[in-house]
């Protein structure tokens, strides 16, 4: 199943792995940031920039299939949205890339640019979750300054999202195992609500049971944890590393790549 | 829909970012002083509760080949008061942006306001007012209905408001919105049925849920809800101004001079002295794009530049990764031979 | 003399009106190991909610000296620690060992003391360093073991288990039997695995209909095969020739 594997990477030993969650969680968000805010119809410093999550990919030992196979899962919404940009900008441009010449469109430059920035910014994203525990980044997240309220809430529904997605396929694997082919709309509606309201109720009587859990273990309301993250000299080196890379290609080369 | 980062800019996202937080900080703090400590598995539970229920889909009335499925705020602010609700939802939406990867970090905020906050508020404001404290059941049908209707409505009309704010639409901002409505009227509706459906399974088996008295709901005091509809009107106002004041056609592209096509007129002519002042601002501190125009001395120094980077980086890339294989293959014979 | 557990004419009824127990009277000695062994549906879950102090009704209980308020309830149970039929419930954090620490650390434990503590308990559930794994990554076997080292690193005196072999294939079992071997504590084991009841305990009670039928040594209960299949259960493989042989 897709779902209960995507973090599996997240648990591997790398000195990417070792850095501190909050550094990697701040610099993922600072790189997203520049990333984005690129001129519209920049590409070529795009591939500049895949390097830095590239490397921190390729050494957290994070298989680039599984990355790549990854991105592609996701991009449908954002395959539209780049799609569609062709179609309203015609203006014609000449492109010319080492000794080739393309004559194109600013708005094909600009479709090339979202889905290469989409890219880069989900090479990213994965980087950061691929070698970040979840754990450790809810902690990192509540030293950030997240509420505690929530962090509690994202804590428990990490926990819980695999167990349930696992009981919300039984359900429909009983669905399919009993309607052959395909069920009309009314029916379908009705199915899916009974199937919503069994999980539902599911959800909450689970929700009990954890809750004797605590209480057995002498919850009492005050929520403790040990703090689990420790900023070392490898992280000030990586952030040192990070800055220059994101800050260098910005100053020094975007503007020689035009 | 989740937003993406590439709808946004960078002001924009930090913007609707910060809104986002304070909302959801507020909320926190109100709902830690009232709330005990044993609701806390049952909001999370609820939250993985919504992503399984967002599994299970159904066939769309004459559309062949999509399916429908529940989003799931307007139920839990039904069942759970919207405070809890939209702590909830945010979460959810969070843990997908980061898990998931579905809408990107920068557009957190976004999707928190489009899909939480706003949906949770808006619902559960418009189902107290059409069930008025009844507990009809055709009243809570109808309010169901019309509440995920208005709420997903509500939330998708403030994607392209967002996007157009960051002035990287392509598309004209009307012909966004328009779409918009159209996909998330029948959206809304679908999610509207399912509501209706899950809350009248749930009056059958577990009627304790329904009717006001699951552990944990917290009920508005009319105060609030006139200062959270007053919050988001002004919100909106805000919006929809700067909006109007920067957007005066949509197809921003198309009022921008270009001097190396002398015979080019923008398609709507743009009066607005402000904007071209920005716009000429802009372009003289914006560095040389990727592109050259047509007519333009081709510069091929340029194109070197940009061929050399290009290529550069995928070297960089390649002997990285052919560089940590020969590593890893090597560390894994000393191990095996040890 | 205090005894572990002291339950003595305790009748609960459940909201709906439904005699779950029934002047229920047992007690256990320090370093016992009882196995409730009945029907589905017999009442021994809701025994075992009722001497951890989930589920209070008529008639006493007395845990390790100290009949159960609302007022000793945490107390209470940091001397018995409960494992839950389900290990997904009793797992909540988002790593082992944050489940593992959330007891020692609601007892108020300094962190050198709570890290000492989940080491020792996980070493003694044989998933030595594996504290920084994720719940949904461990095994159906794992996740019992995990479930157990949640209470472990408590350090209870009293353990209660409910159905502990649910869903384990016979090799986990026996990893589980031989762990369960290895505690020092007294444990209450609710099942109706007769063989696997055999194999963990040395006295065992039979409840049927909220009542308790029988109780005494292990071996004499289970090997009384008129007794055993009078309430829907069998003589265990190890005491089928087995009394009269030794």
């Not at chain 1, 594997?5 to 501190?20: E, W």
């Not at chain 1, 010319?96 to 004559?103: D, E, N, Q, V």
Request: proline share 4%; hydrophobic share 50%.
């Amino acid at each position: 199943m897709h779902h209960a594997y995507i973090d599996k990477f997240a648990y591997q030993d790398s000195p990417i792995h070792r850095l501190d969650a909050r550094v990697k969680f701040v610099i993922t968000v600072v790189f997203t940031a520049v990333v984005i805010s690129l001129p519209r119809t920049t590409v070529s410093i795009l591939f500049c920039y895949a390097v830095g999550p590239f490397v921190v990919l390729v050494m957290g030992g994070i298989p680039l299939r599984f990355v790549l196979k990854h991105i592609l899962y996701v991009s449908p919404f954002v395959l539209v949205l780049a799609l569609t940009s062709p179609w309203y900008d015609r203006t014609a441009a000449t492109i010319i890339f080492g000794p080739w010449i393309w004559h194109t469109t600013v708005g094909w430059m600009r479709c090339w640019s979202i889905l290469g920035k989409f890219v880069v910014t989900m090479l990213a994203l994965i980087a950061l979750i691929s070698t970040t525990r979840f754990a450790n980044l809810l902690a990192g997240l509540q030293q950030l300054g997240v509420p505690r309220l929530l962090v509690i809430q994202m804590g428990f529904l990490y926990r819980y999202i695999f167990l349930l997605i696992d009981s919300a396929h039984h359900i429909l694997r009983a669905r399919a195992a009993r309607s052959a082919g395909g069920v009309a709309f009314g029916r379908g509606a009705k199915f899916a609500a009974a199937m919503v309201g069994s999980l539902f109720v599911r959800s909450i009587d689970t929700a009990e049971h954890i809750n004797s859990a605590m209480q057995a273990r002498g919850f009492d309301g005050n929520w403790r944890t040990i703090n689990r993250l420790q900023v070392r000299v490898v992280d000030y080196v990586f952030v040192a590393i990070a800055v220059s890379f994101i800050l260098g290609l910005y100053l020094f080369v975007k503007p020689l790549l035009g | 829909m989740h937003m993406a980062n590439e709808l946004l800019s960078v002001p924009v996202a930090a913007g609707t970012l910060a809104i986002a937080a304070g909302g959801l900080g507020l909320i926190c703090r109100k709902v830690s002083k009232i709330v005990s400590s044993d609701k806390l598995p049952l909001m999370g539970i609820l939250g993985a509760f919504i992503f399984a229920a967002q599994m299970v889909n159904f066939q769309l009335p004459a559309m062949p080949g999509t399916s429908g499925h529940m989003v799931g705020a307007v139920l839990l602010a039904i069942i759970l008061g919207p405070h809890l609700a939209a702590i909830v939802i945010s979460s959810v939406i969070i843990v997908q942006c980061l898990i998931f990867q579905d809408g990107g970090l920068l557009a957190l905020g976004c999707n928190i306001i489009n899909m939480a906050l706003v949906p949770s508020y808006v619902g559960y404001f418009l189902y107290k007012v059409v069930t008025a404290g009844q507990s009809s059941s055709r009243r809570t049908y109808i309010g169901a209905m019309l509440a995920c209707l208005v709420a997903l409505e509500t939330g998708a009309v403030l994607v392209p408001v967002e996007a157009a704010l960051s002035g990287v639409l392509a598309v004209p901002f009307s012909t966004f919105l328009v779409t918009m409505i159209g996909v998330h009227f029948l959206v809304g509706l679908v999610e509207g049925l399912v509501t209706v459906a899950v809350l009248s399974y749930l009056q059958q088996v577990r009627p304790d849920l329904v009717l006001d008295s699951l552990p944990g709901k917290i009920r508005l005091s009319r105060k609030t809800v006139l200062v959270t509809l007053l919050v988001f009107a002004m919100i909106a106002a805000a919006g929809l101004s700067l909006l109007a004041s920067k957007m005066p056609d949509g197809l921003e592209w198309s009022y921008r001079e270009r001097p190396n096509q002398p015979d080019f007129k923008p398609i709507i002519a743009n009066e607005n002295t402000t904007i071209t002042a920005v716009d000429q601002l802009q372009s003289k501190y914006t560095l040389l794009p990727d592109y050259t125009m047509r007519g333009a001395s081709a510069d091929t120094s340029k194109g070197w530049t940009s061929f050399a980077g290009v290529s550069g980086s995928l070297l960089t890339m390649l002997v990285v990764w052919a560089g940590m294989s020969l590593m890893r293959r090597k560390q894994a014979k000393t191990l095996s031979s040890s | 003399m205090v005894k572990a557990i002291e339950v003595e004419n305790f009748s609960y009824k459940y909201p709906d009106g439904t005699i779950a127990l029934n002047g229920v009277t047992l007690d256990v000695e320090y370093g016992e190991r009882l196995a409730l062994i009945g029907p589905n549906g017999a009442g021994k879950s809701t025994l075992l909610l009722a001497i951890t102090g989930f589920v209070r009704g008529t008639g006493r209980v007395v845990i390790d000296g100290m009949g159960i308020t609302n007022g000793n309830l945490k107390k209470v149970r940091s001397r018995i620690g409960c494992c839950l039929e389900n290990p997904e419930d009793q797992l909540f954090m988002p790593t082992l060992f944050d489940d593992v620490a959330f007891g020692p650390l609601n007892m108020g434990l300094d962190s050198q003391q709570v890290k000492q503590r989940v080491n020792l308990a996980l070493a003694e559930v044989g998933l030595a360093g594996m504290a920084e794994r994720a719940p949904h990554h461990l095994s159906a076997g794992q996740k019992r073991a995990a479930a157990i080292a949640t209470v472990l690193s408590m350090s209870p005196k009293i353990i209660t288990l409910d159905e502990p072999d649910g869903s384990l294939d016979p090799r986990n079992r026996d990893n589980l039997v031989k762990l369960l071997a290895g505690l020092s504590q007294t444990l209450v084991i609710a099942t109706c695995n007769m063989d696997f009841a055999a194999a963990v305990s040395d006295k065992a009670a039979v409840i049927d209909g909220g009542r308790v039928i029988a109780a005494g040594p292990a071996e004499q209960i289970m090997s009384d095969s008129k007794l055993m299949t009078s309430h829907g259960l069998e003589v265990p493989r190890k005491f089928i020739n087995g009394y009269s042989a030794a």
